[in-house]
């Protein structure tokens, strides 16, 4: 069975920084692209920010620039680091893995970004 944790969500001041991570289990890691959602109240899961099994990588135009995501396949863990955080950007954060065969959820951690 495939699971997915989130972790390293928490409360932050504008123009603070967290770093998310997503665990992966019950599956070969490195087949997957692997891709940060988030969902604020009242609105749309939206991508975030994606990476391929190759290592590239694509950004919410959001977020260019303050957030990176990163994978480390020998932990099956990704990763999102995330700079200058505003107050927009608050919402639950999914990790997801997904390819042409799957598409498995975490079940989400909670970033609050307020002073």
């Known amino acids: 069975q495939v699971q997915l944790v989130e972790s390293g969500g928490g409360l932050v001041q504008p123009g603070g920084s967290l770093r998310l991570s997503c665990a992966a289990s019950g599956t070969i890691f490195s087949r997957y692209v692997m891709s940060w959602y988030r969902q604020a109240p009242g609105k749309q899961r939206e991508l975030v920010a994606s990476i391929t099994m190759s290592g590239t990588t694509n950004y919410a135009d959001s977020v260019k620039g303050r957030f990176t995501i990163s994978r480390d396949n020998a932990k099956n863990t990704a990763f999102l680091q995330m700079n200058s955080l505003k107050p927009e950007d608050t919402a639950i954060y999914f990790c997801?893995?997904?390819?042409?065969?799957?598409?498995?959820w975490g079940q989400g951690t909670q970033v609050t970004v307020s002073s």
């Open positions: 997801n893995a997904a390819n042409v065969f799957y598409n498995y």
